[in-house]
């Protein structure tokens, strides 16, 4: 099951509202930018689209409560046949359902 992370008051110059920081395509240099993101005043919602990115937000928004929040979700692109922008994901997503049970 997901858990919120908890929350700590911060003042931001900035928010940005819909990032994906948990790609795989962030591994290389995530904490650098995540760094530079605090160092600005600058927070971030990273946006899961599935039930792995999803999770992999809320991971990664409990690791860094100073800044990083969450939002999951399953995408209208994953409830139909797999689509994929190769420029965004390693692996094709998969067709999934929202299940409430699993994000609540």
Not at 43 to 53: D, F, L, Q, R, S
Not at 91 to 102: D, G, N, R, S, T
Request: proline share 6%; hydrophobic share 45%; net charge negative.
């Amino acid at each position: 099951m997901l858990r919120a992370s908890c929350f700590i008051f911060m003042i931001f110059n900035a928010i940005d509202s819909h990032c994906h920081l948990q790609l795989a395509a962030y591994d290389p240099d995530r904490e650098a930018v995540m760094k530079k993101c605090r160092a600005s005043g600058i927070g971030v919602i990273v946006v899961g689209t599935n039930k792995e990115t999803s999770a992999a937000a809320v991971k990664l928004a409990e690791a860094h409560p100073d800044g990083v929040w969450a939002s999951i979700a399953v995408h209208p692109n994953h409830i139909h046949a797999p689509h994929h922008d190769p420029q965004e994901v390693v692996v094709a997503p998969k067709e999934e359902f929202f299940e409430e049970e699993y994000f609540f």
